[in-house]
């Protein structure tokens, strides 16, 4: 896949713009092209400036998925695969796993546990870390489909609570 200007990618778990392509020489290395990632829904988890070499691209980042995948992941006849973990510590260190991975479609499902969670056991608040990541697989996903649809990050936001 070629990448230009403008582009919406994913790298890791953020979604990022590509804002520029410019030559680069580090140490001795000789120079190459690199793309300059922007975040492009900046939070306080993530801000600033990347620096992708166009060569490794394919390697660093990856399309942000259309409108159509977009839908496709929210699908709720799915299984669900993923259960809730009672050992707080397996808990947080499976979440971090699957927000890491970037795997969208395991980041929906790691929301809806979540929430079906707080559902069932109502007289019970998730922890604070939990919360954390909770918010983390929602904003993601929140700006995914922001950059897919070309709509604002807080409409998306409403049309991903909604399709939850």
């Not at 990856?62 to 006849?77: G, Y």
């Not at 998730?126 to 922001?146: P, Q, Y």
Request: proline share 4%.
């Amino acid at each position: 896949m070629s990448y230009t200007i403008e582009d919406y990618v994913l790298k890791g778990a953020d979604v990022y713009r590509i804002v520029a392509v410019e030559e680069r020489s580090l140490g001795s290395l000789p120079a190459e092209d690199y793309f300059v990632l922007d975040v492009a829904f900046p939070s306080k988890h993530k801000q600033g400036m990347s620096y992708i070499p166009v060569s490794k691209a394919e390697l660093s980042i990856r399309p942000v998925p259309s409108e159509t995948e977009i839908n496709a992941l929210f699908d709720a006849n799915e299984p669900a695969e993923l259960e809730w973990v009672d050992n707080r510590n397996k808990r947080i260190n499976e979440a971090r796993g699957i927000i890491s991975s970037g795997d969208l479609r395991q980041i929906v499902r790691l929301v809806r546990i979540y929430r079906k969670r707080e559902e069932e056991v109502p007289d019970k608040e998730l922890s604070t870390k939990d919360r954390e990541m909770e918010g983390r697989c929602f904003d993601l996903l929140s700006h995914v489909m922001a950059a897919s649809c070309d709509i604002s990050a807080e409409r998306a936001a409403q049309l991903v609570d909604q399709m939850l």
